[in-house]
């Protein structure tokens, strides 16, 4: 078997890929560890940056979302109590679009069928070979038989714990990690939300955030220990504590019901460089991951995938290696800026266990600032909604 190029893992970044190279005329195969359910039943990210939208738009997959998708110009940051608006589009002339990272990944699984490129669901112990000759090639295997593939390029689109990122030796690689001693504990649950944006709550008992996927269907986050276990927290619990982390207007308005889905995600700041080795390309959180506060984790893997992509279409269209040599360095720029942004959010509005007086008077100075300075309410703004590719 040949293709040009192998994609591996069909989350949001090897689905959107395949997608913009197969506009493209270039022949993909991608390979998924998973079972196609599993991967459409995680819920993660729900805002999406307009450039995430223009992208998914030209892979063809923007038609649900164009009717569904809600258009948000602000959020909501609450402190002591009291609710600070942040008009972004105002600020910015921009917003973000609230859609879910499972409509997105559903979406670009129905036009990649539709157009007939091939997917490997179930394809295990996936190996890259030869990355660094003219000839690569990546072998798997599926009902038990072993499968292999040659190609012009491969590309790790196969999440933090994939094994793309773990082929390159790591002498070859420079990487960069903070991990924070709290989780978000998530819940999903079909009932209208409390309000028309999101809120993100600084509390004395810790973080939380009221979001939301559809008019119907809200989305809750805690912060809580590390430590603890989704298992251990009825719907009861969850709701208690919530209660008591939100402004009383929000708790007027909150509708609890059981809960669809629950699970906790630890917070992780974590990049690898570069984000090439030979004929192998990293994108998305196969190459970096950020702590969720500041809406990235999705938009980054498109942004990748909108340089990358581009830079292979030149390499196949012009035969140039232009766009691929500096593929690496483009993506981390950005990635880099959106790294600082979720730090800084998640220092903002966290407890953090161990901070000190110090670091907590800090906190209370940076959120004064922020509710009395439109500069500073302007510099949030206009990396919430996006920086330019
Ligand atoms: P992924 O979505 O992780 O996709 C990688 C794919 O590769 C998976 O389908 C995986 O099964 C497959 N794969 C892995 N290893 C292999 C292998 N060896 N062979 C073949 N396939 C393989 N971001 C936000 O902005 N907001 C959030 O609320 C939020 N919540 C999150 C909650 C959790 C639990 C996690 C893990 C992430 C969350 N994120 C959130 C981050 C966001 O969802 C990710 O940044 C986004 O999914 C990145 O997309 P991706 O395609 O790079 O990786
Ligand atoms: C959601 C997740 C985030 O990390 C965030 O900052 C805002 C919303 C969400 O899942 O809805």
């Not at 998530?186 to 509390?203: A, C, D, F, M």
């Not at 500041?294 to 196949?316: Q, T």
């Amino acid at each position: 078997m040949r293709t040009q190029v192998v994609i591996i893992g069909s989350g949001p970044a090897g689905l959107l890929l395949g997608q913009l190279l197969h506009k493209s005329g270039i022949d993909t195969i991608i390979l998924e560890q998973k079972p196609k359910d599993y991967v459409l039943g995680r819920i993660r990210a729900g805002v999406l940056e307009q450039g995430t939208v223009a992208l998914i738009e030209e892979a063809g997959a923007g038609v649900r979302l164009r009717h569904e998708g809600l258009i948000h110009d602000g959020t909501e940051i609450e402190f002591g109590g009291i609710r600070h608006r942040i008009d972004f589009k105002g600020l910015t002339g921009k917003s973000v679009i609230i859609y879910g990272q499972t409509e997105v990944t559903r979406d670009l699984m129905d036009v990649r069928e539709a157009c007939g490129a091939p997917t490997v669901y179930e394809a295990l112990d996936v190996g890259i070979h030869d990355i660094e000759s003219e000839s690569p090639s990546v072998r798997w295997s599926a009902d038990g038989k072993k499968f292999a593939i040659d190609c012009d390029y491969v590309v790790g689109c196969d999440g933090f714990h994939g094994v793309s990122r773990q082929t390159i030796p790591a002498t070859r690689l420079q990487t960069y990690e903070r991990a924070y001693p709290f989780g978000w504990l998530g819940i999903l649950v079909e009932k209208p939300p409390v309000s028309e944006e999101l809120i993100y709550v600084n509390h004395e008992r810790g973080f939380a955030l009221c979001s939301m996927r559809s008019r119907t269907r809200s989305r809750y986050y805690l912060q809580c220990p590390i430590e603890e276990h989704a298992e251990d927290w009825t719907d009861d619990r969850f709701w208690e504590e919530l209660t008591r982390r939100l402004d009383p207007q929000a708790v007027s308005k909150l509708q609890t019901g059981p809960s669809i889905e629950k699970s906790l995600a630890p917070l992780r700041s974590f990049v690898a460089e570069p984000m090439r080795f030979g004929r192998l390309f990293l994108a998305g959180d196969a190459a970096h991951i950020v702590p969720p506060t500041g809406a990235k984790g999705l938009n980054l893997a498109a942004s990748d995938v909108g340089i990358l992509s581009r830079a292979l279409i030149e390499r196949y269209k012009t035969n140039s290696d232009a766009g691929l040599d500096s593929y690496s360095q483009r993506a981390l720029a950005r990635i880099w800026k959106a790294e600082r942004f979720s730090w800084q959010m998640t220092q903002l509005l966290h407890l953090v266990p161990d901070a000190s007086g110090f670091d907590r008077k800090l906190q209370v100075a940076g959120l004064e600032y922020l509710f009395k300075s439109t500069a500073a309410q302007t510099a949030l703004a206009e990396n919430y909604v996006g920086l330019p590719y």
